[in-house]
C-alpha cells in the first residue's frame, strides 16, 4: 500500500540554522508534491509545489527538492527564525484530480 | 472573515448522537474535501466534492455522511458518533480552474470534536 513518511520527532534547531525535513514515499510515483505548514488549532497553509520533473525548487528562504529515484523530498529553510515553529506536512500526489495524500508531519522548533 | 469557515470549531457530543459539522467557502472554488487529523497519523481523506452533483468516498468515509447544498456549502455528518471519531477535521477546497495539476488546497481552521 502507498505509503508517506515523515520523520514524527520534532526537530529541534537554533535560529539561524538551515532547518532540513524529509519525506519519503513508498509504492507511489507522484507527479508532484505539496508541501504545507500547520500551525497549532489551525489549517494547514500551502508553501510549496514541486513536479516529478523538477529537481529543486525555491521561495524566499524555502527549498525543496524531489528526488524521484530516492522517492524522496526534502524540505529545507536557511537562516531559520522562531517564526518558522510548525509542523510541516508533506503531500504527494500521483494524478491531476488533486487526492493529496498526506504525511504525518514533522514538528520544527526553533530556538532563539 | 476567513476565506473557508468550519462550524461548529468545538464539540462535545455523547456516543451514539448525530452530528453535523458544516463548511461555507467564499473562494468560488468547485472542489471541497473533508479531512480528519488524528496525532501522528496526518490528513486522511473522508469525503470530496467536485461540484454540486458529485459525492466520492476517500479513504476513510465508513460511519460517515455527507451533502453539497450548494457549490458553497458541504456538510460532513457523523450519524451515530462513536469515540474513535474523536478528532480534528478540516474542510478545504481547490480550484478546478487553476492550471493543472497545480490545485493548492485551502483549510478551514477545524472542528475539534470529542466523541465521551
Known amino acids: 500500500s502507498q505509503k508517506i513518511e515523515q520523520n514524527s520527532e520534532a526537530l529541534n534547531i537554533q535560529e539561524g540554522k538551515t532547518a532540513t525535513l524529509t519525506c519519503n514515499y513508498t509504492?507511489?510515483?507522484?507527479?508532484?508534491l505539496q508541501w504545507y505548514r500547520q500551525d497549532p488549532g489551525r489549517g494547514p497553509v500551502f508553501l510549496l509545489l514541486i513536479r516529478e520533473n523538477e529537481k529543486e525548487k525555491r521561495k524566499e528562504r524555502l527549498k525543496v527538492t524531489f528526488d524521484t529515484t530516492l522517492k524522496q523530498s526534502l524540505f529545507h529553510i536557511t537562516a531559520s527564525q522562531p517564526a518558522d515553529s510548525a509542523t510541516y506536512l508533506c503531500a504527494p500526489s500521483n494524478n491531476a484530480g488533486n487526492m493529496l495524500t498526506f504525511g504525518g508531519g514533522t514538528r520544527l522548533m526553533v530556538k532563539p | 472573515d476567513a476565506d473557508v469557515t468550519q462550524t461548529p470549531r468545538n464539540r462535545i457530543t455523547k456516543t451514539g448522537k448525530r452530528i453535523m459539522l458544516e463548511c461555507s467557502q467564499t473562494k468560488g472554488h468547485d472542489r471541497m474535501y473533508w479531512y480528519r487529523q488524528d496525532p501522528g497519523l496526518g490528513l486522511r481523506l473522508i469525503y470530496y466534492?467536485?461540484?454540486?452533483?458529485?459525492?466520492n468516498k476517500g479513504e476513510i468515509s465508513d460511519g460517515y455522511s455527507v451533502s453539497r447544498q450548494a457549490q458553497a456549502k458541504f456538510s460532513l455528518s457523523l450519524e451515530s458518533a462513536i469515540p474513535n471519531q474523536t478528532a480534528l477535521y478540516f474542510c478545504?477546497?481547490?480550484?478546478?480552474?487553476?492550471?493543472?495539476?497545480?490545485?493548492?488546497?485551502?483549510f478551514g481552521e477545524g472542528s475539534r470534536l470529542t466523541v465521551l
Open positions: 466534492s467536485f461540484d454540486v452533483k458529485d459525492i
Open positions: 509504492n507511489y510515483s507522484p507527479a508532484y
Open positions: 478545504a477546497t481547490s480550484d478546478l480552474h487553476s492550471g493543472a495539476p497545480f490545485r493548492e488546497l485551502f
